[in-house]
């Protein structure tokens, strides 16, 4: 049965706190092969959701 919404693909990235996330993003934007990659990608989404979670008191993440 399908149930929810089909066709997503839904990607989790960890980071120590929005700073870190600041300094990979600008990493990334200069890095060339990223723009190659947006070129070729970016056509093919239709809908995009950025969401940043922050886990619960209770959650304990093992690295």
Do not use: C
Not at 1 to 27: C, F, K, P, S, T
Not at 33 to 61: C, G, R, S
């Amino acid at each position: 049965m399908d149930i929810g919404e089909l066709n997503q693909v839904v990607h989790m990235w960890a980071y120590e706190d929005l700073a870190d996330r600041a300094r990979r993003r600008a990493a990334l934007q200069a890095d060339p092969a990223w723009a190659e990659y947006l070129a070729a990608a970016t056509p093919l989404i239709q809908h995009m959701v950025n969401k940043i979670l922050t886990p619960a008191p209770f959650f304990n993440l093992k690295r």
